[in-house]
């Protein structure tokens, strides 16, 4: 858990990375049509700690997730893990470095190969990186994992389809465990799960944060979850990082209009609360050809005329040394 | 699929009475249960046990029919299956003989020329005086063999190059899809029909490349659309994100959720291989085999009108053949298709979706859940 001096404080870092994926090309058009999945992104995911990104579907959240881990090649930018730069690192000689760093994904059924057994599926992530000397060992590692996990041994034998949602997402967790990783891309892990079964999930990532000392990117819509689990939250519009702060931070005074209308449609358990509705109209426009400006202006309550719709707001930090940045010309003040 | 009958009440309405036979639910594994599945249309059933007696009579055409015992002791010595080891010509002065059903080979001529179906020759003999019964039991085996290598060959060589086309995309992608694009143009019997006449010596080897070269191309681009498929799924992700080759990942993730078609495109290869080889031997280009088979006793049977028992056996062969293989096949491709099996799926209770009660348990729990292979 306590950070090593020597490294650098920042574990997992993406430095203005950019991801576009062709949709269609014609025969006529040699320059295909790209979607903008992801525009110029700058994120650190320091030791230990955990990283909540939020934003719509469709905005890019999975997308930057896959390209801290180089699941996707960037489009440009950098990709840095533990200060050694990764973005065009052959994938034979990143495999040593895969085994630090994991992911867990959103849906349990299409996570898990349904043509192995648990013990397979955790037997691989082992194998992969020959982490057990014999049989016996491995055997053993197996049940230690799915017991970590909160699953029984006699769990091993069993196909995927024979365990519910919430199981299956923990051994999705056992197998990104297996390899023993420092960072974990957490997916959307809870978003396919029943309301009970979410605080369980939530509950395992957070005791093995304790006690592996496990750095995460949480990915997720769900804002209630992140402001649970995340120590620094970064708000995601269309390809890029709207707003950017410690949670509190961000939850108590958000600056961006976007987190303040994410924030606002957020549910309270409490009826007398009076809420502000309808502070966002429309629909997030398309990522093929993103608003000039601020993507967020066509929706933008607080949009100025002649500069919102020019420029891009760069990312700036609102006072010096609090680590809250927002991109908006026309941010909000604490009230 | 699920059984479920429906009745009108004294008052009226409408009732559905859910069937309280317990469906087959498998113990583990996709394979399995898509058998399951498949099995309980009573024509699939039909088809299968069809099958399965073809087989049998392919496997077993030696103790069916043959000029030489099952087993005799001849010389007072016990001798089992001559019919199969020919370790004796004849059979003559043998006691004790367990004869097959039928005494003659397929081969053998006897002095009964054209005779219709007797109890000696239940299907009576052809005009050089062979047993019908024994060359049709004997060329269902020269028939399912040939049937069976030509459609492994193409599949195999389908899921090969669609599996790499899909997997590997690109130039590889690019160039698989000009050939099979090139090759569907062709229709197979043309091919065979030309293969087997310029080749210097026509054989099993010449029409089994001929059938390959043609019919792999539909194999490929099913097994490519399945690739991609099982290609986008977490699973494959998650494998490359713990580090596995691509090799692996085609190998372990994706191939084992992708080659289900194949299976079907078997079954339903047999059958037309069959159809193409009866074609070109009762067109007198086919394979010049020592065991005659159906469409060489149909082809002979032509100048022979009036003996109606020769058309009996063989096309009746042939229509039981391809017939039962097509309806395996469409159970089989039922069984395995994820939209088809979305309805069928199982719930172990007995009860079936008709109560509420089914949508609110999770899936998973719930029922077996095959749809979640691909």
Known sequence: ?335 | MTPRRRRTDPDGSVVFELSRRKLPVPPSGTTFYALAVMLRSRLARTGALVLSLLVFIALFADLLASDLPVACVLQGKVVLLPNVTREIQSAEGASLRIDPLVLYGPLQVTQDVLVPPTTRHPLGTDMLGRDVFARVVHGTRSVLLVGLAAALAFVALGVVLGALAGFFGGVIDTAVARLVETLSAFPTLVIALVVQTIVARPSVTTLLLAITLTRWTEVARIVRAEVLLASEQDYVTSARALGAGPWRVLVRHVLPNAVAPAFVAVTFGIASVVLVEATLDFLGIGVPTAVPSWGEALGEAREHADAWWLFLGPGLMMFLCVGSFNIVGEALRDALDPRLRESVRIDPSGLDALSSRASMIPPSSASFDPSSHA
């Not at chain 1, 320059?31 to 992104?41: G, I």
């Not at chain 1, 957490?186 to 000392?213: F, M």
């Not at chain 1, 961000?250 to 994410?262: G, I």
């Not at chain 1, 409490?270 to 426009?285: I, N, S």
Request: proline share 7%; with cysteine.
């Open chain 1, 1 to 335: 858990m306590t950070a090593d001096p020597d490294k650098s404080r920042n574990l997992a870092v993406v430095d203005r990375v950019q991801k576009y994926f062709p949709v269609q090309s014609t025969l006529l058009s040699r320059t295909p049509t790209m979607v903008r999945a992801v525009e110029s992104v700058t994120l650190r995911v320091r030791r230990g700690e955990t990283l909540g990104l939020v934003g719509e579907s469709g905005c890019g959240k999975s997308t930057l997730g896959r390209l801290f881990l180089r699941l996707l090649d960037p489009n440009g930018g950098r990709i840095l893990y533990d200060g050694q730069d990764i973005t065009r690192l052959a994938q034979s000689k990143l495999r040593p470095l895969r085994r630090k760093m994991q992911i867990i994904f959103q849906d349990p059924y299409s996570s898990l190969n349904p043509r192995m057994t648990v013990r397979e599926v955790v037997a691989e992530a082992i194998r992969i990186h020959k982490l057990a000397k014999n049989r016996r060992e491995e055997q053993a590692k197996i049940a230690a994992l799915l017991e970590q996990v909160g699953l029984r041994a006699d769990a091993m034998g069993r196909y995927p389809h024979e365990f519910s949602g919430g199981q299956r997402q923990r051994i999705g967790i056992a197998r990104a465990l297996a390899v023993e990783p420092e960072f974990i891309v957490c997916d959307e892990p809870i978003s396919a799960l029943d309301v009970s079964i979410q605080a369980q999930i939530v509950n395992l990532l957070l005791d093995l944060q304790e006690t592996l000392g496990l750095s995460y990117l949480f990915i997720s819509h769900d804002l209630k979850i992140v402001e649970h689990i995340a120590h620094r939250v970064a708000v995601m519009y269309l390809g890029r990082i709207v707003e950017q702060g410690p949670t509190d931070r961000v939850y108590d005074n958000p600056m961006h209009p976007y987190t303040r209308a994410l924030l606002s449609a957020m549910p309270v358990a409490d009826p007398t609360q009076k809420r502000l509705h309808a502070l966002v109209e429309g629909d997030m426009p398309s990522a093929i050809s993103p608003p000039p400006g601020c993507a967020f202006h066509p929706r933008c309550p607080r949009v100025l005329e002649g500069t919102c719709n020019q420029e891009v707001p760069g990312l700036i930090e609102a006072t010096f040394g609090s680590e809250h940045r927002v991109a908006c010309w026309n941010p909000l003040v604490e009230p």
